[in-house]
């Protein structure tokens, strides 16, 4: 049977078609269709149009938010794809920060694309760098505090994490290059403030770099007037040379690379599975992920987490969440393919696949471990009677709750 939700949506849709059809016959002027949903159906639910249909559609629960919502919860989503793409001769990159999503205080995410061999030029910055290929090869490159060497391939689903202050690279690799989604643990990074190897160099006198490396002044003759950031070069040599070149003896003991595709699911159920990546399983990293994949119908259950706020990104699929912000307010907003999300820290919420293919997101919390507490885990533990004294549910339900977390429904 389908859910209330889906009638809703499917309603939306159909109202959507006639009114292209209409337009299509020339009928746009009468085209001004009366839009409800089959929960908004009294006559204050009503609207006559003219409206941006496409983002109506991407909105349901915004449009016709579900009765329960209430309030002025402050909007927790942003598309990429209203950020502004910066794009070079090696690739493009665009960003999503405190400055697009002000609740976004924690956490701020880049995408970015680089062509076979473009290169995001050598750099670092004061924030920790969690990063997920989505697509394609790359070679990345790091030197520590100790001056010990990092070289490695990754391919789709690897991470990485670059620790504060470690200068690094990323390079597209061949076929076709590589997408990769990266993740800071400051909400006002800012991918076009890093320090940058040409910008630096560029900005300090000629003399200087002429003592620093003890050569004569003309040396430098050639370095860029300006920054270079993302640009094309070649293909890279072979791996193992230039892990050679690179280390001389001096390689990194603790990787910066994990490669998750490889990792069995934290937790499988019928309705899905996440993994989790913490410091427990990649010891570099101060920055936690979860990446849940949930089958249509799946929900991700009721919870929040007492020790972060949670950044999403959604990397492919159609769901929903709900945020309770207490004071009576709670608000609902659609998510897809390249939408970010965000719940402050202790906010209770679900995400449910609202759409007929999987749902894949990432949540990612600043925090060393990862930490949840469920709404079915806490009841299951907390004496019957005394939750039944709030809910009503009956004993007989509250006995059925599986004392440990689910984590995803259905079971
Ligand atoms: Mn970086
Ligand atoms: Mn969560």
């Given amino acids: 049977m389908k859910s209330i939700h889906e009638v809703s949506r499917r309603r ?42 496409p983002l109506a559609q991407e909105n349901a629960d915004s449009e016709w938010p579900p009765k329960t919502d209430n309030g002025s919860v402050k909007p927790f989503k942003y598309p990429f794809s209203f950020s502004r793409k910066r794009i070079e001769s090696g690739g493009w990159t665009r960003q999503v920060t405190v400055r697009e999503l002000p609740v976004s205080t924690e956490i701020a995410g880049v995408e970015m694309r680089l062509t ?54 990323i390079q597209g690799l061949g ?17 076009f403030h890093t320090f940058l190897l040409t910008d630096w160099l560029a900005h300090t006198p000629k003399d200087v770099l002429a003592k620093n490396f003890a050569v004569p002044e003309s040396t430098f003759e050639n370095i860029p007037k300006r920054e270079l950031f993302i640009f094309q070069s070649e293909l890279p040599a072979p791996l193992t040379e230039e892990q050679k070149q690179a280390s001389e003896g001096t390689e990194l003991t603790n990787s910066y690379v994990f490669r998750a595709s490889k990792m069995p699911a934290t937790k499988t159920t019928p309705g ?6 913490d410091s427990k399983t990649f010891s570099v990293t101060p920055i936690t992920a979860a990446i849940v994949t949930l089958k249509p119908g799946g929900l991700r259950e009721l919870h929040w987490h007492p020790n972060a706020d ?3 990104y959604y990397i492919t699929g159609k769901a929903r969440m709900t945020v309770f912000a207490a004071g009576s307010t709670a608000r609902t907003m659609d998510f897809q393919e390249g939408d970010v999300g965000y719940i402050p820290i202790s906010q209770p919420h679900y995400i449910e696949n609202t ?48 004392k440990q977390e689910v984590v995803i429904r259905p079971l």
């Fill in 12 to 53: 939306l849709l159909e109202l959507s078609s006639a009114s292209l059809a209409a337009a299509g016959l020339g009928m746009v002027a009468d085209a001004a269709q009366t839009q409800s949903t089959a929960t908004h159906d009294t006559p204050n639910e009503t609207d006559p149009g003219r409206q941006n249909m």
């Fill in 116 to 169: 076979a061999g473009g290169v995001r030029e050598l750099h670092w910055h004061v924030e920790a760098e969690w990063a997920i290929l989505l697509n394609g090869n790359a070679r990345i490159t790091a030197v520590n505090a100790q001056g010990q060497a990092f070289v490695s391939d990754v391919g789709e689903g690897d991470l990485w994490l670059f620790p504060p202050g470690v200068p690094h690279s």
């Fill in 175 to 191: 076929p076709d290059g590589c997408r990769f989604l990266l993740v800071f643990d400051d909400g006002k990074f800012d991918e």
């Fill in 272 to 277: 899905g599975h996440v993994k989790i990546i």
């Fill in 310 to 312: 949670e950044w999403q």
């Fill in 355 to 402: 759409g007929e293919s999987d749902v894949v997101f990432l949540e990612m919390f600043k925090a060393r471990e990862y930490q949840d507490i469920s709404l079915a885990e806490w009841l299951a533990h907390t004496p019957h009677l005394l939750v039944d004294a709030h809910l009503k549910f009956g004993q007989q339900m509250l006995a059925s709750i599986p």
